[in-house]
């Protein structure tokens, strides 16, 4: 049987809350809209969750809302999805790529400080694979420089940096729920405010620039004029049927992350002994991970390519999280007017590999991702 990169967890529960869905009218902008942000905003303790079409809506409409725009400088890791840069220029600011911690693969301050200029108005922090980054000296450092915070929490559901959950310290935090991530709407995303207008200016440019839907309208279906449009937006809704999923995710988000925890440690146990190979970090201090992915360092020797083709000729899927964005061939002609000097993001990039990792990976599949490895490993030598 193949041994698919990631799989979602869907459970009864979800097919039984999706299908009542089905039995109402009210497929988009109604009760369960309403619902699974109630839900999102109380389990990070927050007074607004907006859920929107896909993460990078989410993003787009973050720095929008933060009234980022032209002539601005945002500063990303280019070790990251690349909607991570892409949102950036959409609202025509410039993404300048700052290079990562080894070893959390995060942006911190001695990254980020040396690109600060009078243009840079935004770090937009990613925590990548689930791992929070430093948000205590990241807000430190954007205080002194008068900076914005955009927290990417799509990797990093549920992770905390001394007991206090990601999403909660950006000024703005984004979430995706791609089938891939800890929890799913199929496609989908929220961001998390901290005031009323921003909750407010989201829910606008989300709904084609229309006035905010509080949730009691909705819920009263009292009737909001849909042909006034006060201002320019999009078309950013997530449906009541990718709701009504999100909704029974989040409530099993608990178990969903310990089976995710428990499969990480076991990879651990299979794995740490080959010769060369880095493993990913299982705790670090004042953090608690949330497992989005299993990615390994190759030893420097090794060819990526031809390993992961072995793997692949025995039906275990691998990916090679991430080739660095400034590298991409999409991006490559937009910033030949800096080169950004990004070591550690370079080197990283070209040894990477994602194992399969999905909540409920089996201990027989891991064993036989992580026998097809060692052997992978072992003709290169
Ligand atoms: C860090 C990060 N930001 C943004 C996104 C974009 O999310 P989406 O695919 O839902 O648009 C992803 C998705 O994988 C991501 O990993």
């Known amino acids: 049987m193949p041994i698919p990169l990631s799989a979602p967890d869907i459970t009864e529960a979800e097919i039984a809350a999706v299908t009542a869905v089905l039995r109402t009218p009210h ?21 607004h969750a907006v859920a929107v079409s896909s993460g990078t809506a989410g993003l787009h409409m973050a720095l929008l809302t933060l009234n980022i725009g032209e002539g601005d400088e945002v500063i990303v890791p280019s070790f990251a999805f690349i909607a991570v840069a892409n949102a950036v220029l959409h609202i025509r600011a410039t993404p300048v790529f700052a290079d990562i911690d080894p070893v959390t693969l995060n942006l911190t301050p001695s990254t980020v400080e040396p690109l600060i200029t009078p243009r840079t108005r935004a770090i937009l922090v990613v925590h990548t694979f689930g791992i929070p980054a430093d948000m205590h000296a990241l807000r430190a450092l954007a205080t002194r420089h008068s900076l914005v915070i955009i927290e990417d929490a799509c990797e990093a559901i549920g ?3 001394h007991q206090r959950r990601v999403g909660g310290f950006g000024d703005l935090s984004v979430f995706g729920f791609y089938p891939n991530k800890q929890i799913t709407t199929g ?4 961001v998390l405010a901290h005031t009323q207008a921003h909750a407010d200016r989201l829910r606008s440019l989300r709904n084609q620039g229309r006035i905010a839907y509080a949730a009691d309208i909705v819920q009263s279906q009292k009737a909001v004029d849909w042909l006034h449009h006060p201002e320019i937006g999009f078309n950013y809704r997530l449906s009541d049927i990718a709701c009504a999923l999100g909704r029974v995710q989040l409530s099993r988000i608990g178990e969903i992350l310990s089976l995710r925890r428990a499969a990480a440690e076991r990879y651990y146990a299979l794995l740490a002994d080959i010769p060369g190979l880095q493993m990913p970090p299982l705790t670090l201090p004042g953090c608690t991970i949330s497992w989005f992915v299993f990615v390994v360092r190759l030893p420097q020797t090794a060819h990526r390519a031809s390993i992961q083709a072995l793997l692949s000729d025995r039906a275990i899927a691998t990916a090679s999280y991430f080739a660095p964005i400034h590298q991409q061939p999409a991006w490559r002609d937009l910033i030949v007017q800096f080169q950004p000097h990004l070591p550690t993001t370079e080197t990283l990039g070209s040894r990477t590999l994602a194992l399969p990792f999905f909540t409920r990976i089996a201990l027989s599949q891991q064993e036989q991702v992580a026998s097809a490895l060692r052997q992978a490993l072992a003709t290169q030598n």
């Open 27 to 47: 497929l988009s902008l109604g009760p369960e809209l309403a619902a699974f942000e109630a839900a999102f905003a109380k389990y990070h303790r927050l007074a």
């Open 159 to 161: 992770a905390e940096l």
């Open 187 to 190: 496609e989908g995303g929220a």
